[in-house]
């Protein structure tokens, strides 16, 4: 019998931008015992959450009704996780001023992150709502067909516009750090961070950007091309390959470099 198919879950990842002391992202080095990309350098993230599709959310996210209803658990999930992972939360109070971030929102995400609490209820107390605006599409990804572990991942482009420091979570992400683009690609090429190949194929396409602003101008006016990686034969060997049309160029990558 056929084996049964890998299920896709739904995920969402934030790559948050800041233009001093140069452009840079912000990114997490995941635990050497998570399960998935354990120790690679990526962008926060992660699976969504029921949560995440609570109808209350209408109250407390700004841009609820100008986000299509089936974008906001993703987006939702972004900004959920980007604080779980590395304490930033994208929220304005009720003057539209950036949450800078305070004592209770730093108590309140281990519990968060191990699903014993409820992120909704924070963003109640913190008396907030969360910035779903501040989110643009900047990539999706879905996982090849052939690994174990398979995600439909929204890549999302934002500006950090706060005070907050990025303070990993010491469970799933055991550093965080502020890094120029093409400083974390070199730095994969030298051997010295593990950088799987969304996350690597994405910061190329950051790469090419001069600041944040221009960042998010090129993904508001790229075409959106969902990738799905495939299994090329060819006489060099087998390549992973995705869509010409998707901004990253013509793309072939040796199988035994890739990390996934």
């Known amino acids: ?12 990842t934030v790559l948050l931008l800041r233009d001093a002391p140069e452009f840079q ?12 990309a354990s120790g690679a350098l990526v962008f926060p993230g992660g699976k969504t959450a029921d949560g995440d599709h609570d109808p209350a959310w209408a109250g407390h996210a700004l841009g609820w009704a100008d986000i299509e209803p089936g974008q906001r658990p993703f987006r939702i ?6 604080y779980e992972e590395a304490g930033i939360l994208i929220a304005r109070d009720a003057c539209g001023v950036s949450f800078p971030g305070d004592e209770r929102a730093h108590q309140a995400r281990d519990a968060i992150a191990k699903d014993e609490s409820s992120f909704l209820e924070l963003v109640r107390e913190l008396d907030v709502s969360i910035d779903l605006t501040a989110l643009t599409v900047f990539a999706r990804w879905i996982t090849p067909e052939f690994t174990p572990k398979r995600f439909d991942t929204w890549f999302y482009v934002a500006r950090a516009d706060s005070e907050q420091l990025a303070i990993c979570d010491g469970w799933e992400t055991v550093d965080a750090e502020w ?6 690609l070199r730095l994969a090429d030298a051997g010295q961070r593990t950088v799987i190949f969304p996350t690597r194929m994405n910061l190329q396409l950051l790469a090419e950007a001069s600041s944040a602003a221009d960042a998010i101008a ?3 006016a790229r075409k959106l091309v969902t990738v799905l990686p495939k299994v090329e034969r060819r006489e060099a060997g087998r390549f ?9 160029g013509d793309i072939a990558e040796p199988m035994e470099r890739i990390g996934v």
């Open 240 to 248: 992973l390959v995705i869509p010409s049309d998707a901004g990253y």
């Open 218 to 220: 090129r993904a508001k």
């Open 179 to 184: 890094i120029a683009p093409a400083e974390a």
């Open 77 to 82: 999930a972004a900004v959920r996780e980007i």
């Open 25 to 36: 992202v912000l990114m997490v080095k995941r635990h050497h015992q998570i399960d998935f």
């Open 1 to 12: 019998m056929p084996a049964e198919p890998v299920p896709v879950r739904p995920a969402a």
